[in-house]
């Protein structure tokens, strides 16, 4: 929707895979939590379509990446990634949370963002005072990290008894998840 308020429609299949190198390529995360936007390097950068044609890419370079942390720049109410992060190792027992805070692991495609590595690890130190990541691990391929970790998961024979049948969902519908031993609320 950045692009969309300069005349530009990424709205197909190919659209996606268009934004998605475009995100490898020149989006950039801002490395510090509270810079300015005033101070944003937003000279606007070419970026060539598939097609061929060349659009030039400003301020949406960071802003996209911004809303990971800041979803309020797109007009949302919700928690940033960092905050997502830290109500998860709030719920975490003591002794696990203190390793979970030092070695975080970032996975999924909106990772290859330039400097977000470094904007998570100061946003989490600013969220649990005296604590600095040592590691934040991002694979090479972290695209897919989710999709291997969901196959080696289903792969297991323990796996099956949480699985949902058609039959099951036709009969009780979306409250056959909360039958699944694999439901947990």
């Known amino acids: 929707s950045l692009l969309a308020k300069r005349g530009y429609s990424f709205a197909t299949s190919a659209g996606h895979e268009t934004v998605r190198l475009m995100k490898e390529k020149i989006q950039l995360c801002c490395p510090q939590k509270h810079q300015k936007e005033e101070s944003w390097d937003i000279r606007e950068v070419p970026f060539q379509l598939p097609d061929g044609e060349v659009i030039n890419v400003g301020r949406e370079r960071y802003e996209c990446a911004e809303a990971l942390f800041n979803p309020s720049v797109m007009g949302l109410s919700h928690p940033g990634l960092h905050e997502i992060a830290a109500e998860a190792l709030r719920k975490t027992p003591l002794d696990c949370s203190r390793n979970l805070k030092c ?82 609320m």
Not at 107 to 115: L, M
Not at 157 to 175: C, K, L, R, V
Request: a positive charge.
């Open 103 to 184: 070695n975080i692991v970032l996975c999924g495609g909106n990772t290859y963002y330039s400097g977000v590595r470094e904007r998570m690890a100061d946003e989490i130190s600013a969220l649990f005072p005296g604590t600095r990541p040592r590691k934040i691990i991002s694979s090479p391929d972290r695209r897919h990290s989710t999709f291997i970790g969901g196959s080696m998961i289903t792969s297991l024979s323990s796996f099956q008894s949480w699985w949902i049948t058609a039959d099951m969902y036709n009969e009780y519908g979306p409250h056959a998840l909360m039958r699944s031993p694999g439901f947990y």
